[in-house]
């Protein structure tokens, strides 16, 4: 069974940095659509950055562009997300998702489109 296995989260004061990560086991990141995705209990879940390796382009959501970025580590078969000039809206439950590569980008955040799953991170970004 795929397995992707999120850390790095933690609490950071307003302005702050994390580095999540992702490591895959049991399949190859780097053959695989992946993203980040996060949730809130006042917000729905919703997807922050996004990697297709097929095309080797990235995307971010408006919220976080300029502040967040995603990357991928092919030897150590790792995806990371680098947050900085973190927010209070930043706070949530942080997930990393795979699927197939190849998603027609208008689609790149469409949680249903994406069939593996990790546990989830927490973020507090505290004011």
């Known amino acids: 069974q795929a397995q992707l296995l999120e850390s790095g989260g933690g609490s950071v004061q307003t302005g702050g940095s994390l580095r999540l990560s992702c490591p895959a086991a049991?399949?190859?990141?780097?053959?695989?659509?992946l993203a980040w995705y996060r949730q809130s209990p006042a917000k729905e879940r919703e997807g922050v950055a996004a990697?297709?390796?097929?095309?080797?382009?990235?995307y971010y959501a408006d919220s976080v562009k300029g502040r967040f970025i995603i990357s991928l580590d092919n030897a150590k078969n790792t995806l990371y997300l680098e947050m900085n000039m973190l927010q209070p809206e930043d706070t949530a439950v942080y997930y990393c998702?795979?699927?197939?590569?190849?998603?027609?980008?208008?689609?790149?955040?469409?949680?249903?489109?994406?069939?593996?799953w990790g546990q989830g991170t927490q973020v507090t970004v505290s004011s």
């Open positions: 998702a795979a699927t197939p590569p190849g998603i027609n980008s208008r689609y790149i955040f469409d949680a249903d489109l994406y069939n593996r």
């Open positions: 990697i297709d390796t097929g095309s080797g382009n990235t």
């Open positions: 049991w399949f190859t990141v780097r053959k695989y659509a």
